[in-house]
């Protein structure tokens, strides 16, 4: 079982940016793959990024493309999510999420992930 902690979340204004960490506990980190969602206030929660369990392999929603980066340091078990030129709607709390063991390839689907953090609260005003 994998526990995540997310950190780096906070008010910017817009063009701004922010690193959001996600620490897992457990020694098998770097054999998860690993993404990140987020949840807009009356909206459901969506795809952000993923990555591959060494990295190689990412993926990103087209709406965050060029902006946004994922990636991990597994002597660390953290994954991050670098976000530039940071927009008002991108307001959402943001959650990182590990993949059921055994899966190698990133992925966009929410049940595809069996473990979640508690969230963390990024706001972007204008």
């Known amino acids: 079982q994998v526990q995540l902690v997310e950190s780096g979340g906070g008010l910017v204004q817009a063009g701004d940016s922010l690193r959001l960490g996600c620490a897992a506990s457990?020694?098998?980190?770097?054999?998860?793959?690993m993404g990140w969602f987020r949840q807009a206030p009356g909206k459901e929660r969506e795809f952000v990024a993923a990555s591959s369990w060494n990295g190689d392999i990412t993926d990103y929603a087209d709406s965050v493309k060029g902006r946004f980066t994922i990636s991990r340091d597994n002597t660390k078990n953290t994954v991050y999510l670098q976000m530039n030129s940071l927009k008002p709607e991108d307001t959402a709390v943001y959650y990182c999420a590990a993949r059921s063991p055994g899966r190698l390839w990133p992925s966009r689907g929410r049940s595809e992930y069996a473990y979640w953090g508690q969230g963390t609260q990024v706001t972007v005003s204008s």
């Open positions: 457990g020694r098998t980190f770097s054999t998860y793959v």
